[in-house]
């Protein structure tokens, strides 16, 4: 991000541009909205799992028009490809060469929609892009557009229907989010506007791809000392080792909620991550990540309880952080 002067805007005005300019369509759900654009910045991958007719769709389409980024879409079906994915070499006759036409995950933003419908063979078409932004085909690597983020929406595993997401791609989305159902009073301002649709049609940018990628360079200067790095590992530790885990937070899992925190500390103008910045963030980033284990699911003990239950049992560093 260029060095602020008095006419540029500051990070927390930027972050807020974006939430507001959602939140004009997405009403009552402020928290859901910031935790979105967290993930955006934080250059992760977003799983929105809820019933269907809660408003996941629309959360995706507005967050890519307030971004002014391209937008593609995949209605996720068992008869899905791979290559309805990525994309595919077709022979060009004129030129007497292959010529890539590429699929819907070139695009700035990628919505999967209902992705648990698709079978296993097509959800692990989205791994590479979606690790490496990047995607391989016929032996060539073709980058893929900066900012980029796939926002998967997927309907609860008891319905009918769905396939299970491997751990291998549940464990590349940053974080899960659940919209729920909107509160009276917001329900009711959506019947007056007929669902919304209009004020999603007339929704403008408010910042450039430009800007978002900017923002993501600033977030990883916010200071993470050694106290908050050792808090970090502690949980991580902590998750490795429970009885009730058949597989603890990864790595990357680790990686994943130290870029979101340094994100939440920008956005409220801190230099610094604090341990309330990993305690905010910390069920939506390993909730999903982590596996119970048989006997732990037999006493019906769920990874929110344990992840509830380490933040309480890990101790938290007292000294400065700034």
């Not at 078409?125 to 016929?138: K, R």
């Not at 464990?171 to 301002?189: C, N, S, T, V």
């Not at 604090?274 to 999903?288: G, R």
Request: hydrophobic share 45%; charged share 20%; glycine share 8%.
């Amino acid at each position: 991000m260029a060095a602020a002067t008095d006419q540029s805007p500051s990070f927390p005005e930027l972050f807020d541009r974006i939430v507001a300019n959602i939140g004009s369509v997405i009403r009552g759900k402020e928290e859901l909205i910031r935790h979105t654009v967290f993930c955006l910045i934080a250059g992760g991958h977003l799983l929105v799992e809820d019933v269907p007719g809660v408003g996941k769709t629309t959360m995706a389409k507005a967050l890519a028009r307030s971004i002014d980024g391209t937008f593609g879409r995949l209605q996720f079906t068992p008869d899905l490809l791979p290559s309805d994915v990525l994309g595919t070499a077709v022979w060009d006759q004129r030129s007497a060469s292959f010529e890539l036409r590429r699929g819907p995950v070139f695009a700035n933003l990628l919505l999967a929609d209902e992705i648990n419908r698709a079978s296993p063979k097509t959800q692990s078409a989205l791994l590479e892009a979606m690790a490496e932004e990047q995607v391989t085909l016929d032996g060539s690597s073709h980058p893929l557009a900066r900012p980029f983020m796939v926002i998967a929406t997927q309907n609860p595993i008891e319905h009918q229907g769905t396939y299970p997401l491997p751990e291998s791609q549940l464990d590349r989305f940053l974080m899960r989010l659940h919209i729920g159902y909107p509160a009276r009073a917001d329900e009711l301002q959506v019947l007056a506007n007929d669902g919304g649709d209009e004020a999603l049609a007339q929704l403008r940018p408010v910042l450039s791809g430009d800007h978002v990628v900017a923002m993501t360079r600033y977030a990883t200067r916010v200071h993470v000392g050694p106290a908050l790095s050792s808090y970090l590992l502690d949980i991580a530790e902590a998750t490795r080792t429970h009885r009730h885990l058949a597989l603890g937070m990864s790595p990357r899992a680790v990686l994943g909620l130290q870029r979101v925190a340094r994100v939440r500390a920008a956005a409220e103008g801190r230099s610094f991550v604090s341990p309330d910045d990993v305690k905010s963030l910390a069920l939506p980033v390993l909730c999903h990540r982590l596996l119970v284990s048989a006997e732990g699911q037999l006493q019906g003990i769920g990874a929110e309880e344990i992840v509830r239950e380490v933040l309480e049992s890990t101790r938290v560093p007292r000294e400065e952080f700034a």
